[in-house]
Structures are given as structure tokens and as C-alpha cells.
């Protein structure tokens, strides 16, 4: 006869497999309640003058850095379009090449991927912070709902700012494009201008745009919820922060991939 | 007794499989000081922290004013959060934002006050602090002991009708200590608030607390005044509490209490049970009023350079301790009765022709010379026999004394 301990250790496997899925779904669901309350939030009162401190940290405070990856990845893409045109005799094309790729796809996404790194990281490890030197418990003690004070004007921040990055982005690539293809390597400036004029259309920057609120609702709410519930980790204080920043930033880039082709196949 | 404020009945709290509060039963009174004694890592600031609702118990169940907690709804829940204040161990401080900004931060979002209003509150709130100078640094720029009045600053700041202090004192030195703990209970009194505080600073806290509570092993081993706690005959007792009550008192330099009851005790065994001996109360009159001229700090170092006078003065012929936040007592053990008066004689011409203007000089030294202050000494002898409860006698002294020694300043450096 078997003893407990073996019909433990066969049926283990499942059990994990269980154990495992159950937890997924309880994470999922407690990041969707989470999002909720916070986003419900952003709309009381008292929130303006932190929706426009997060924008100027989130938006204007990562201007720099998406300026500098738009330009270069404007001209990269200049440049390695220019060659494979040129063999298919079709260099006239590349502005519609540069402007779409970058509109369509590396726009919001390079944005993104840039705003995690720079400002999703910072969300987790402040919040983390907080939390585990007792801030978020002291805003409780005074009665200050700390997802309204911490959590809702960073999701605003976000909504709002990471269109606008995208614009930017979009417009400097182009310009990026623009040096290398027709500065550096002598295509038509007509052609180049005139092409994006007449392929780019209304639909190709409002699915853009869509990408990049649907990565701004990723993003803040990872970022978010990974500082938020730092205290829930196994390991504690400055580890628990640092695991729970390298989990939000790495969270949120697979899903800004994973999202991106999801989104993509729905709007085209 | 009154009906209890806040009851604890059978709370049990566990983490895992480790139960940090086990069946804790307790009282908490309107209006009082009650102070939560207990080793480290024993549950002191969980006990804290189920009572304002930043964790709920395993078992049992919390009742306020009656009314268990978990039964209350939302509106009554946010009328009882409402009712406290928490100053954290580590002080909480938001590290992004200045000193006045996180003292005004719950007026700014719980309350409709117009900007003016919270400024005019922040900045008398931060004058009583003494926090003028740092009001626009970042926590991260002050001491250790400045972020902790901000801490206090910030929670008195909404006038909770509760206050909970998890370790007030925690890395100050013995003046800043006793002036916390002198604030608490001035702003206690004047405020009315009831207090509940985590704290290890024996004697002191028994100088402001009306209620002790000793939590050991998870339960709650003792409930009452510090008076009975001396009789109370627990292993906490001689394992904890007298290991933390030191050689001398940490303010003054006096004898500690535990100390000076030794000193006392050794010296009745060599005596006939009907032999007498002489017992001298002094007292810093209106400490309050000190307070407010002078600030905390200036108040605390008063008592502090009148120890150091007393410690002095008497030498070998009397042994001292502290009694209470403004009072020595002093017994000189092989006094008479007559010998004792014509010594408190000396010490009072003493006191009032040099003693007194050196206290108020030492204590001006960081007082701007605008302030002036005023202060009075007062003593009592009375006769106590051998064996009899010196705390008996040292309320027979009291009850008996005269003023010895008045100083009064028109500015600093003007003494008269």
C-alpha cells in the first residue's frame, strides 16, 4: 500500500499545475481591480496639480531621450531602406517606408520601451519605496486614499503623455529619416516629403495613437502595481524593491510586444 | 472604573504559522496615557497597528466605545479612522516632500481648509516644534531627531482626538527625549487627546503614563498604573524592565530610580526600625510656562542643569533621583532633622544667589536673546521613618513646600 507522502509527490505535478494557474488568475485579477479603482479615482477631486507634476515627470522629463532614440532610429531606418531600394530601383519610396514603419510600429512602441525604462522604473522603485518605509500606511493613517494620491495621477500622467512622446517620436524619426536619406545620401527631397504627404493617412496616426494609450495603460499599471504590492514579496526591503522594479520593467516590455501584434491584427 | 475607550477581547494575530498576538486582552481609557512596554519583535507596533484598522485580527474582535469595528460600515469606520493620528517608528516622512509640506499634507487633502488657513497652521505648528529653520529642507537633509518632531508635528497636526506613538524617542539624545515625551504630555493635557504609546524609556515614561501595559510571549501580562507595576512580581519584570532602567537617570545625571531605592533599601538594613531620617522634595514650578517661553528643549535643560546643582551641591551627604518630570527628591541618610533644614538653608542661598543664574545662563546658551523666561524652585522636608514607602514620605515633602529660589530675566544676559 502506498503511503500518504507518495500519492502527495504523484499527483504534485498537477497540483503545481493548479497551484500555478490559480495564482495567475488571482494576479490578473487583482491587477484589473487595481487598475479600475485607480483610473475611477483620477476623476475626484484634488488631483490636478499631481496629474500635471506626473506629466511633467513622465512627459516632459522623458522629451530628451525620445528625441535622441526617434532621430537615430529615423536614420537607421534611412539609411537601411535607402540600400534595399536602391537595388529594387524604388528609392523614391523611402520616405513612405520611414514614415510608416515609424507611424505605424516603432512610434509607439520604441516610445514605450523608453518610458519604462526611464519613468516605469522609477514609478516601481518610488512606490516600492514607499511602501516599505511605512509611507503608504501613514496616508492611510491620515485617511488619504493612497491609490488616489499615488497611484491615479501617474495612470493620468500616463494616458496623457505617451501620445504626445509618440508624436514627437514620430515627427523626429521622420526628420531622422529625412537627414540620413536625403542629407546624407542624396534622394529627392520632394520625393521624400511628397510620398509621406500621399501615403500616410488619417487611420495609419490614429491606430498609432491607439497603440500608445494602450501601452500607457499597460505600462502605469505594471509599473504600479509592481511598487504598490512590493511588501507581498518574499524577499524584503531595498531586494524586494529592486526585484519588483526589474519584474515591472521586463512585464511591461513583453507585453507592449505581446499587446502591439494583439492591437495590430484587430485594427487592420 | 469608566467604560473602556478602546477593548481588546481575545485578539489573536497570525502570520503564517507564526502568532505574534495571542488571546490579547486589554483596556484603553479616554483621555489617559498608556504606554505599551514590551521586548522587541513581541508585537508591540501590530498591537499598534490593529487599533487604528492597518490590520485586522485573526480572532477575536476590537471594540470602540462598545461597538465591535469589524461591524462598523464604511461611514462609521471613516468617522472612527478619523479620531486618530499614528507617528510611525521610522517616521513615515514622504522624502519628496519639505517639511512643511508633509506636515500640511493632511489638512491639504482630508480637510476644505483654504491655503492661507494650512499655512497658518503648519507654520505654529513647526514654531511649537522648533523647526522654523528647516521647514523648507527635505527630510533626507535633517537629523534623525528633527524628522521625528516633524513626524509629531505632522501627526498632532490635525488635532486627533487619539494619538499613537510607535517609539517616540527612538535614536534621540536624553534631553530631546524627555522634551518629546514633555510635549506629548503637555499637548495631551492641553489637547485633551488620549494617548497610546510604544515606548522603553523607563523612568521617564513613567513620569507621563497613567496606564502601563506590559505585552510579553504575545499576551498581555500587565495592566495598570506605574505605581502597581513596582509591585507586580513577573519574570519581565527583573528580565526586561529593570535591565532598561540604567545607573542613572539619562537627563539629569541622578541616581535612577531603581538605583536610588538600592542605595535607600542597603541603607535601612544598618539602621534601628525606629530611627528617623529626613527627605527633600524639590520642584521646578510651572514647567508649562517654561515650555512656552522657552521651548521644550530650553524647559528639559532647566531640569537637566538643576540635577546637575543638586548632584553637586549635596555631594556625598544625600542621595537624589528624579520623581517626576519637575521633581528630585533627596534623602540624606545620616542627616538629622535639624542638620537637614540648616543644609536645605545653604543650598537655597546657594541656589538663588549663584545656582539659579547658571542654570538660566547654561540654559540661554541656544535661546535667542529676545526670549526671556522666568522660573522658581520649591522645596519640602519632612521625616520619614526606616522601612517606611519612601514615596509616602517624598508626598509628605511635597505637601509641605516653599518656594527656595525664583529666577526672572528681562533679556538674556539680565538676569535678576
Request: net charge negative; charged share 20%.
Amino acid at each position: 500500500m502506498k503511503s500518504l507522502g507518495q500519492k502527495i509527490s504523484f499527483t504534485s505535478p498537477l497540483a503545481f499545475l493548479g497551484r500555478t494557474v490559480v495564482a495567475w488568475v488571482d494576479e490578473l485579477g487583482s491587477l484589473a481591480v487595481f487598475f479600475a479603482r485607480g483610473f475611477i479615482l483620477i476623476f475626484r477631486r484634488k488631483q490636478f496639480s499631481m496629474i500635471v507634476q506626473q506629466v511633467y515627470y513622465i512627459g516632459a522629463g522623458s522629451m530628451n531621450i525620445i528625441i535622441l532614440v526617434g532621430l537615430f532610429t529615423g536614420m537607421v531606418l534611412g539609411l537601411q531602406l535607402y540600400y534595399v531600394l536602391v537595388k529594387l530601383g524604388g528609392e523614391g519610396m523611402i520616405g513612405t517606408a520611414v514614415a510608416l514603419a515609424i507611424i505605424r510600429e516603432l512610434g509607439p512602441v520604441l516610445t514605450a520601451i523608453m518610458i519604462t525604462a526611464r519613468a516605469g522604473s522609477a514609478m516601481t522603485a518610488e512606490i516600492g519605496i514607499q511602501r516599505i518605509s511605512e509611507q503608504i500606511d501613514a496616508l492611510d493613517t491620515m485617511r488619504i486614499n493612497s491609490l488616489r494620491y499615488l497611484i491615479s495621477p501617474r495612470l493620468a500622467a500616463a494616458i496623457i503623455s505617451f501620445p504626445l512622446l509618440t508624436a514627437i517620436f514620430d515627427l523626429i524619426g521622420i526628420i531622422g529619416g529625412y537627414v540620413s536619406a536625403v542629407v546624407l545620401l542624396g534622394v529627392d527631397s520632394g520625393a521624400y516629403l511628397g510620398r509621406i504627404q500621399t501615403s500616410v493617412g488619417m487611420k495609419d496616426i490614429s491606430n498609432g495613437f491607439v497603440k500608445a494609450l494602450v501601452f500607457a495603460l499597460i505600462v502605469s499599471t505594471i509599473c504600479c502595481y509592481q511598487g504598490y504590492f512590493t511588501h507581498r514579496r518574499s524577499q524584503r526591503g531595498a531586494k524586494g524593491v529592486g526585484v519588483s522594479t526589474t519584474s515591472a520593467v521586463v512585464i511591461s516590455c513583453v507585453l507592449i510586444l505581446i499587446s502591439d501584434y494583439v492591437v495590430t491584427s484587430f485594427l487592420m | 472604573m469608566e467604560n473602556a475607550f478602546i477593548e481588546f477581547e481575545d485578539v489573536t494575530k497570525r502570520f503564517g504559522e507564526r502568532t505574534i498576538l495571542d488571546r490579547v486582552n486589554l483596556k484603553i481609557y479616554d483621555g489617559h496615557v498608556t504606554t505599551i512596554i514590551g521586548k522587541s519583535g513581541t508585537g508591540k507596533s501590530v498591537l499598534l497597528k490593529h487599533i487604528i484598522g492597518l490590520l485586522a485580527p485573526t480572532e477575536g474582535r476590537i471594540l470602540f466605545r462598545g461597538k465591535p469595528i469589524e461591524e462598523m460600515n464604511k461611514r462609521e469606520l471613516n468617522d472612527y479612522k478619523s479620531l486618530f493620528s499614528y507617528l510611525f517608528q521610522d517616521n513615515a516622512l514622504f522624502d519628496s516632500l519639505t517639511v512643511f509640506e508633509n506636515i500640511a499634507l493632511p489638512l491639504q487633502q482630508t480637510t476644505n481648509m483654504s491655503t492661507k488657513e494650512i499655512e497658518r497652521r503648519v507654520t505654529e505648528k513647526v514654531d511649537q516644534m522648533e523647526l522654523s529653520e528647516e521647514a523648507h529642507k527635505y527630510p533626507a537633509e535633517l537629523s534623525g531627531g528633527m524628522q521625528k518632531r516633524v513626524a509629531l508635528a505632522r501627526a498632532l497636526i490635525t488635532n486627533p482626538k487619539v494619538v499613537l506613538f510607535d517609539e517616540p524617542t527612538t535614536g534621540q539624545d536624553p534631553i530631546r527625549k524627555n522634551t518629546i515625551l514633555n510635549l506629548i504630555a503637555h499637548n495631551q493635557r492641553r489637547f485633551g487627546f488620549t494617548t497610546i504609546m510604544i515606548s522603553h524609556d523607563i523612568p521617564d515614561i513613567f513620569f507621563i503614563s497613567d496606564r502601563i501595559l506590559i505585552l510579553y510571549d504575545g499576551r498581555i501580562v500587565f495592566q495598570g498604573n506605574p505605581e502597581e507595576l513596582d509591585h507586580l512580581d513577573h519574570p519581565m519584570v527583573d528580565e526586561f524592565i529593570k535591565s532598561l532602567e540604567g545607573f542613572q537617570d539619562e537627563l539629569t545625571g541622578l541616581y535612577s530610580k531603581k538605583n536610588f531605592m538600592r542605595l535607600y533599601e542597603q541603607d535601612v538594613t544598618h539602621r534601628e526600625p525606629d530611627e528617623t531620617l529626613p527627605v527633600a522634595a524639590f520642584t521646578v514650578e510651572g514647567l508649562d510656562f517654561l515650555s512656552k517661553n522657552l521651548g521644550d528643549t530650553g524647559a528639559q535643560e532647566v531640569i537637566q542643569s538643576l540635577g546637575g546643582f543638586v548632584n553637586t551641591y549635596f555631594g556625598d551627604v544625600g542621595i537624589s533621583t528624579r520623581i517626576g518630570r519637575d521633581q528630585i527628591v533627596t534623602i540624606f541618610p545620616h542627616t538629622t532633622l535639624d542638620e537637614a533644614e540648616r543644609i536645605l538653608e545653604g543650598f537655597g542661598r546657594e541656589l538663588q544667589e549663584h545656582g539659579l543664574r547658571d542654570i538660566a545662563l547654561e540654559t540661554q546658551s541656544e535661546i535667542p536673546s529676545s526670549d526671556c523666561f522666568a522660573f522658581s524652585v520649591s522645596v519640602g522636608l519632612a521625616e520619614g521613618k526606616v522601612g517606611e514607602d519612601l514615596d509616602l514620605i517624598s508626598r509628605k515633602a511635597i505637601s509641605k513646600q516653599k518656594t527656595i529660589g525664583r529666577f526672572e530675566c528681562q533679556k538674556r544676559g539680565n538676569a535678576g
